[in-house]
């Protein structure tokens, strides 16, 4: 399907965006099934606090109005949001009159080997670590650079995700997911106020898991809990859940709780 910028159809951008000079803005990658943005409160929650980090002055109801327009055109597939901090001039100020600029971009659904979700994943161990930056952490903003150097580790098939550290050598995510672990019944997932994306399936998984009784932990993990673990396993919005069966010389199997929330994370994304 055309992009949109600022609303109206457009395949081209100025090249004094600031998304472009600085990686100045934010964007959300949103899964749309029968014409209807998935988790869509989830991801406007995540982008109105990254529009409040980075004081860009963003019309939500116009947003909310556009979104939903383009995902009743696309039908089924992905809709890509980027808001960028508009134009600039040379320098990193901004220029006080800019206007955040919508750009909105729908493709086909993704298409992962099943086996991903069926049986399970390895990860690849990233030698890229996260750096700590608490201003920015838990954002879906445009600085990906460390996620590109990850995914630029492994090229075999036999790794469909990697498993990124953060430099005092915590367990945070994956490359393009939030990773969970289940240890003695308690679904535990890294605490983001340091490094990390705030995944939308993340909040999404942490509440229907403690709406159905499941004792949750927002904790630091270390590479020793992550292999002590009883299960493992990555989400993100677009594929749902993987079990993940290895990583390095750790191994883990597909449990029961990752199959639940499996099914839930499922029961949103399929068409
Ligand atoms: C670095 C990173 N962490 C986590 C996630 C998962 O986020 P979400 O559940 O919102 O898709 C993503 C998604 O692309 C990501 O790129």
Wanted: charged share 25%; proline share 4%.
């Amino acid at each position: 399907m055309e992009s949109w910028v600022d609303g109206q159809p457009a395949d081209v951008l100025s090249l004094k965006d600031r998304g472009l000079a600085y990686g100045d803005g934010l964007f959300e990658t949103i899964a749309v099934r029968n014409g209807e943005p998935v988790l869509l409160e989830r991801h406007l929650q995540r982008f109105d606090l990254g529009c409040r980090r980075l004081s860009l002055n963003v019309d939500m109801v116009e947003l909310r109005a556009e979104l939903d327009t383009y995902a009743r055109r696309l039908g089924e597939g992905i809709l890509k949001l980027i808001v960028t901090r508009g134009d600039g001039l040379r320098g990193y100020a901004a220029v006080p009159s800019s206007r955040a600029r919508r750009i909105l971009q729908g493709s086909p659904a993704a298409v992962y080997p099943a086996v991903h979700a069926e049986r399970g994943v390895s990860l690849f161990p990233c030698a890229t670590r996260l750096s700590e930056q608490p201003l920015l952490a838990g954002l879906k903003h445009l600085n990906r650079l460390e996620q590109v150097l990850a995914r630029a580790e492994w090229s075999d098939p036999e790794h469909a995700e990697g498993l990124m550290l953060d430099t005092s050598g915590r367990v945070i995510e994956g490359v393009f997911s939030n990773l969970f672990l289940v240890r003695e019944s308690v679904l535990v997932t890294a605490d983001l106020s340091r490094c990390g994306v705030a995944g939308v399936m993340r909040a999404e998984l942490l509440s229907q898991a403690e709406s159905q009784g499941v004792a949750t932990q927002i904790n630091d993990i270390s590479l020793e809990q992550l292999r002590q673990a009883d299960e493992v396993f990555v989400c993100n919005s677009i594929y749902g859940v993987w079990p993940v069966l290895a990583c390095g010389s750790a191994r883990w199997s597909a449990g029961p709780l990752t199959r639940k929330l499996q099914t839930l994370a499922r029961a949103l994304l399929d068409a």
